[in-house]
Nanobody, 118 residues
Framework: QLQLVESGGGLVQPGGSLRLSCAASGFTLDHYAIGWFRQAPGKDRERISCISSSSSAYYADSVKGRFTISRNNARNTVYLQMNSLKPEDSAVYYC????????????WGQGTQVTVSS
């Protein structure tokens, strides 16, 4: 089965950094676009970043310049480095596998909570 497991969430102060990891099992992630979505209470799920098998990358305007997505095929893992975090970044972050820069999703992780607060 296709499985994605997130890690790295937690509590951080404004201006701080976190790195999220998405580890794949049951498939080789370099055959898919892998990305990150987030959802805050009362808001729609937002596509914030995605990386294709050819290493093309997408970033939402809200995170561009602060977040960086990367892929380590040997470890079958995708990372999201989050810098200069703001309270409005607080959400549940979900890893996803799909195609067309994650506009089509085949599999979701369980999510990891990120809270940015002083």
């Amino acid at each position: 089965q296709l499985q994605l497991v997130e890690s790295g969430g937690g509590l951080v102060q404004p201006g701080g950094s976190l790195r999220l990891s998405c580890a794949a099992s049951g498939f080789t992630l370099d055959h898919y676009a892998i990305g990150w979505f987030r959802q805050a209470p009362g808001k729609d799920r937002e596509r914030i970043s995605c990386i294709s098998s050819s290493s093309s990358a997408y970033y939402a305007d809200s995170v561009k310049g602060r977040f960086t997505i990367s892929r380590n095929n040997a470890r079958n893992t995708v990372y999201l480095q989050m810098n200069s975090l703001k309270p409005e970044d607080s959400a549940v972050y979900y890893c996803a596998a799909g195609r067309v820069l994650c506009t089509v999703v085949n599999s979701w992780g369980q999510g990891t909570q990120v809270t940015v607060s002083s």
